[in-house]
């Protein structure tokens, strides 16, 4: 499985980004649930969010509602992952992964993901 995300840059704070994943060499993209997480300079991972084949989509964390949206192109075998209202703290590498259920939603599981799509928010 081959990750690329794509979308990513220097973006003022308020404004927004869309960023892409393409997925290739897994033939039934449809069945993939699919998600992202961040990862800014020195610190850990940070699971954002999940949209599983059958369209549920889990949030990592309450505070990412109303930012952050999570859509796939079954067609185009991409997903995409819109933050709304960018703040500094956004700044980050943005990679997106499979995601597994966990005991209370999915989650990204991180056992695959591309390079990552830098954003840069400039306060």
């Known amino acids: 499985l081959q990750l690329m995300e794509s979308g990513g840059g220097l973006v003022d704070a308020g404004g927004s980004l869309n960023l892409s994943c393409t997925v290739s060499g897994f033939g039934r993209f449809k069945d993939l649930d699919m998600g992202w997480f961040r990862q800014a300079d020195g610190k850990e991972a940070e699971r954002l969010i999940c949209l599983t084949h059958s369209g549920v989509v889990t949030l990592s964390d309450d505070s990412l509602n109303g930012r952050f949206t999570i859509a796939r192109d079954n067609a185009k075998n991409t997903v995409y992952l819109q933050i709304n209202r960018l703040k500094s703290e956004d700044t980050a590498t943005y990679h997106c992964?499979?995601?597994?259920?966990?005991?209370?939603?999915?989650?990204?599981?991180?056992?695959?993901w591309g390079q990552g799509a830098q954003v840069i928010v400039s306060s």
């Open positions: 992964s499979d995601c597994a259920w966990y005991s209370d939603g999915y989650y990204p599981e991180l056992r695959y």
